[in-house]
Antibody
């Protein structure tokens, strides 16, 4: 069974840093592109970042470029999101999501999400 | 960046109704469009990919159509489990539409 479990969320002050993790199981992690998507309270979905299986294609939303870094460790079946210079408007539930096994076909598995709150 | 505009933002319907949700892209995105369903407090669920391909396990009352810049998600006969928020996502630069809440 495919499982994605996020961790690392919490309360942080503006300007602070946080590192999110996503532990994957039930599939061959090293062969899939992975993604982070966030959702501010009461708002819609916002794509944050994507990384391909070998970490050589990495993309970011303009809203996080230069502040967030997506990475992965295929030996540990884990995806990460390093978030620096956090702002109040980064407050959201952060989901990790797996690319569909069919190329360019959306995200077929999602984690349960981890809440990041940026507040003084 | 490609912008995705969904309409309506809210849709009131009854069990058994046929409902359609539209997603418009600011430029052509080819076949690279997916639809998701999200219920409160839950992660999104993929319904349709590449405009019209039904994800495994998704009921056949869901269907997708369109091309270029205009796309539609249709639910042929709304069921109680379908009351949720629906999002489109274009897969050239990954952005989501703003969402359509389907309520009673």
């Amino acid at each position: 069974e495919v499982q994605l479990v996020e961790s690392g969320g919490g309360l942080v002050k503006p300007g602070g840093s946080l590192r999110l993790s996503c532990a994957a199981s039930g599939f061959t992690f090293s062969t899939y592109s992975m993604n982070w998507v966030r959702q501010a309270p009461g708002k819609g979905l916002e794509w944050v970042a994507s990384i391909n299986s070998g970490s050589y294609y990495i993309y970011y939303a303009d809203s996080v470029k230069g502040r967030f870094t997506i990475s992965r460790d295929n030996a540990k079946d884990s995806l990460y999101l390093q978030m620096n210079s956090l702002r109040v408007d980064d407050t959201a539930v952060y989901y990790c999501a797996r690319d569909h096994s069919v190329a360019a076909a959306g995200y077929d598995y999602w984690g349960q999400g981890t809440l990041v709150t940026v507040s003084s | 960046d490609i912008q995705m505009t969904q309409s309506p933002s809210t849709l009131s319907a009854s069990v058994g109704d046929r409902v359609t949700i539209t997603c418009r892209a600011s430029q052509s995105i080819g076949p690279w469009l997916a639809w998701y369903q999200q219920k409160p407090g839950k992660a999104p669920k993929l319904l349709i990919y590449k405009v019209s391909s039904l994800e495994n396990g998704v009921p056949s009352r869901f269907s997708g159509s369109g091309s270029g810049t205009e796309f539609t998600l249709a639910i042929s006969s709304l069921q109680p489990d379908d009351f949720a928020t629906y999002y489109c996502q274009q897969y050239t630069s990954f952005t989501f539409g703003g969402g359509t809440k389907v309520d009673i």
